[in-house]
Nanobody, 121 residues
Framework: QVQLVESGGGSVQAGGSLKLSCAAS????????MPWLRQAPGKEREGVAS???????VYASSVKGRFTISRDNTKNVLYLQMNSLKPEDTAMYYC???????????????WGQGTQVTVSS
């Protein structure tokens, strides 16, 4: 059974940094595409970044240059380093997984429970 557990969210002032983690279990980690997505109140879920099985990276234009997605295949952990945070980055952040690459579309099969990120001005 696929399980994804996010951590690392919190409250930070604009310009600050946070690093999110997503611990994965229950499947062959390396064979899955894994993204980070977020959802702000009243808005649709949107893709932030994704990493493919061959480590190809895709970023939303709104976070490119500020966020970095990475994975540690020895620990089965997905990361999202977020720098230069802005109030508009405030959202619930989710990691997901699927054998199919949906890139930044919210169509992934497996989801974590989410971790809240709040950025104050």
């Amino acid at each position: 059974q696929v399980q994804l557990v996010e951590s690392g969210g919190g409250s930070v002032q604009a310009g600050g940094s946070l690093k999110l983690s997503c611990a994965a279990s229950g499947y062959t980690y390396r064979r899955y595409v894994m993204p980070w997505l977020r959802q702000a109140p009243g808005k649709e879920r949107e893709g932030v970044a994704s990493i493919d099985k061959d480590d190809t990276l895709v970023y939303a234009s709104s976070v490119k240059g500020r966020f970095t997605i990475s994975r540690d295949n020895t620990k089965n952990v997905l990361y999202l380093q977020m720098n230069s945070l802005k109030p508009e980055d405030t959202a619930m952040y989710y990691c997901a997984a699927d054998r199919r690459n949906w890139e930044l579309q919210p169509d992934y099969k497996y989801w974590g429970q989410g971790t809240q990120v709040t950025v104050s001005s």
